[in-house]
């Protein structure tokens, strides 16, 4: 079936430095969507990407889809403390459900 | 203000008893959705409904049930069945399960089975 992979499982960062999560797909997505879930919390969803070789900035955060639309990254400029939490990539694959990958915790060292 | 409530935020069971968890929303979604997180893990879907008093089982349904009576409403029992029970369960919606409509959660239930 399909899945969806996210590398680095964890990730410790002074603050100010960049931080990339990078996800993997075995099949080919027809989208995939980032969400960010605070400690404690419940997932928030971020942004959407769908065309391939799409490229998303939302301030510090930038978001990759890939060519081949089987991989996706998120890159945080500059990270803040108020980045800590766990990053999600979900995939929509030919079964029409939204996969979720494995996550990244981020956790930021002031 | 609208959005996904459910409750308890925190649940304590014995072995051997079901439990139901509550999801109620006001978005007007028609797509409901069940997950299970597990520390270190990413989100499973147990089970999602496109329309009323309709449902379909997601990864890992064995254990569980739900009902789809109201467009608002989607419980999620957690029977006796269910080996390994304690985890925090996510409910979400969306205005469709196909097409790129994004997943709005609720805050989440804590369940520990003793």
């Known amino acids: 079936g399909q899945q969806v992979m996210q590398i680095p499982q964890y990730q410790h960062v002074q603050e100010g430095e960049d931080f990339t999560t990078y996800c993997n797909s075995s099949t080919t997505l027809s989208n995939i969507q980032w969400y960010k879930q605070r400690p404690g919390g419940h997932p928030v969803f971020l942004i959407q990407l769908v065309k391939s070789g799409e490229v998303k900035k939302q301030k510090r955060l930038t978001f990759q889809f890939g060519e081949a639309k089987k991989n996706s990254s998120l890159h945080i400029t500059a990270t803040q403390t108020t980045d800590v939490g766990t990053y999600f990539c979900?995939?929509?694959?030919?079964?029409?459900?939204?996969?979720f990958g494995t996550g990244t915790r981020l956790q930021v060292f002031p | 203000d609208g959005g996904i409530t459910q409750s308890p935020k925190y649940l304590f069971r014995k072995e051997g008893q079901n439990v139901t968890l509550s999801c109620e929303q006001n978005l007007n979604h028609d797509a409901m959705y069940w997950y299970r997180q597990d520390p270190g893990q990413g989100l499973r879907l147990i089970y999602y409904?496109?329309?009323?008093?309709?449902?379909q089982k997601g990864d890992i349904a064995e254990g569980y049930s739900v009902s789809r009576e109201k467009k608002e409403s989607f419980p999620l029992t957690v029977t006796s069945a269910q080996k390994n029970p304690t985890a925090f369960y996510l409910c979400a919606s969306n205005r469709n399960t196909g097409g790129n409509s994004p997943l709005h959660f609720g805050n989440g239930t804590r369940l520990t089975v003793t």
């Open positions: 979900a995939g929509r694959g030919n079964t029409d459900k939204l996969i």
């Open positions: 409904s496109q329309i009323v008093n309709d449902f």
